[in-house]
């Protein structure tokens, strides 16, 4: 009976990994395609071209639009981490009343959809003048983000131990000498899963991106792989999206495997107590 537990488990496991990876894995096969072998169901590369690839790095504007992406989700990083780090120890050390509250609140605002905010965000990115530029979308998901990256960190932070503090505290160190020195070196799974969270969710957004930028030159990965056009008005550039895509998906990959230990036990903090 074990053995038959045992081996549904690991069956269970394998279709979820294949139905998982199995479409990035077609979408490889299909960017490694050309002319005519694009329509042909294939599930094991028969020819390999790089000409899909090669067009893409050398259009005129998607290594600059990569590179927009790239700056924008940094960015976005740098700011969620610091605001959400000093909200943190506020939330979680400091005792006020409405604590509770504040954080709840807190939360609510991730449930809001963007695009019941679309408009009155765009009014103020507007009349703040960041218009068509990389600000705009970090003013913007810096705003999204924020949220998850509080509550992550205040969980976390409400589990390290009171004496640490206690014992800074007594060394003479001051509020901002404990969040930077005391608590982040012991933050790093925390730090390590709600960055890489918040880059995802940075590099892969598609509305605001859309909406708040107007020139090629400024618009991020997913806006310009969505505008991707072919030689006509009815031709979809199938090769050319796909090679695109796994352009912009290959490091998203590599950065979820180098960290996912550290992933899931920031994910996973607070929730089991000893």
Known sequence: MAIIKKALFYLLV?????????????????????GTALFRVDFWPTQISFDNYTSVLTSRNF???????????????ILALLF?????????????????????TVLAVSMFPQIAVL???????RGMGLYNTPFALIFSYTIFTLPFTVWVLTTFMR??????????????ATPWVIITKVFMPLMWPALVTTGLL?????????LFALTFTSSEVQRTVPVAIGLLSGASQYEIPWG?????SVIVTVPLVVLVLIFQRKIVAGLTAGGVKG
Not at 17 to 28: G, L, N
Not at 84 to 104: K, Q, W
């Open 14 to 34: 394998l279709v979820i990994v294949v139905v998982s990876v199995f479409p990035f894995y077609y979408a490889i096969i299909t960017s490694l395609k050309t």
């Open 198 to 206: 918040a880059f995802i969710a940075a590099w892969n957004e598609f």
């Open 240 to 244: 050319v999206l796909m090679a695109a």
């Open 159 to 172: 589990d390290l131990p009171v004496e640490i503090e206690e014992a800074a505290i007594v060394d003479g």
């Open 63 to 77: 290594p600059r639009n990569v590179l927009n992406s790239l700056f924008v989700s940094a960015s976005v990083v």
């Open 119 to 125: 408009a009155g965000l765009f009014e103020l990115v």
């Open 84 to 104: 959400a780090v000093t909200a943190a120890f506020a939330l979680s050390r400091v005792r006020f009343r409405g604590r509770s509250l504040l954080l709840l």
